[in-house]
């Protein structure tokens, strides 16, 4: 069974510039979820959907947002890109319901120059 | 809010020793709490846990939880060069997302 993909890997925009990130989930699984991560802030929570529909959003800007499709895949979108977004974003899936596992993506490295 | 806590942040051993990391937590609700590697990029799971007092184990690793005094430990014995990496506690309040600790880097030297 394929685990969750991500793409692109590696991404090099400058600032104000707009980014779009895709994950794909494991199959069978209905829930994404999108996590920042950076040295000083560890893992951070960005949204989470399941069914196209946005159940949890954690405390970042508007100019971070996602959407599902109805293969379940994902993506996210970053505007107006700051120097601080620099970080690794990591796309977990799960089958949704309360408590169940995620299993974790190899993530996108962005950098912003 | 809620907060998670690890350490010690950075370990390093020898192969052959038995570590412990260290995971406590406050958060509003409790649904479980998970252990994840993290190598390079992708954190693979490693344990969840759900109820106080009962140990999950597999191979050389091991992990308990106490919901009374909010921590969790994992354990490794006989340590190996392949166990070098960060080590994520996360809790899970069932609302969807998961909150992690910063982390216990592991370093094992041969």
């Known amino acids: 069974k394929a685990g969750v993909t991500q793409t692109p890997r590696y991404l090099i925009k400058t600032r104000g510039q707009q980014v779009t990130l895709s994950c794909s989930p494991i199959?069978?699984?209905?829930?994404v979820s999108w996590y920042q991560q950076t040295p000083g802030q560890g893992l951070q929570f960005l949204f989470e959907?399941?069914?196209?529909?946005?159940?949890n959003k954690g405390n970042f800007p508007g100019r971070f947002s996602g959407r599902q499709f109805s293969n379940s895949r994902s993506e996210m979108n970053v505007s107006t890109l700051e120097l601080g977004d620099s970080a690794l974003y990591l796309c977990?899936?799960?089958?949704?319901?309360?408590?169940?596992?995620?299993?974790f993506g190899a993530g996108t490295r962005l950098s912003v120059l | 809010e809620d907060k998670v806590v690890q350490s010690p942040l950075s370990l390093v051993v020898h192969e052959g020793d038995t570590v412990t990391l260290n995971c406590s937590y406050e958060?509003?609700?409790?649904?479980?709490l998970l252990w994840y590697k993290q190598e390079k990029k992708a954190p693979t799971f490693l344990f969840m846990l759900?109820?106080?007092?009962i140990e999950k184990k597999s191979g050389r690793l091991s992990s308990i939880l106490d919901k009374k005094e909010l921590f969790s430990i994992l354990n490794i014995t006989a340590t190996q060069t392949g166990d070098s990496a960060v080590y994520l506690c996360?809790?899970?309040?069932?609302?969807?997302?998961?909150?992690f600790g910063k982390g216990t880097k592991l370093s094992v030297i041969p």
């Open positions: 977990a899936s799960s089958l949704g319901q309360v408590t169940d596992i995620q299993y």
């Open positions: 199959s069978g699984h209905r829930s």
């Open positions: 959907y399941f069914s196209e529909t946005q159940r």
């Open positions: 958060v509003t609700n409790f649904r479980s």
């Open positions: 759900t109820s106080s007092g």
């Open positions: 996360a809790v899970d309040p069932g609302s969807y997302q998961l909150t």
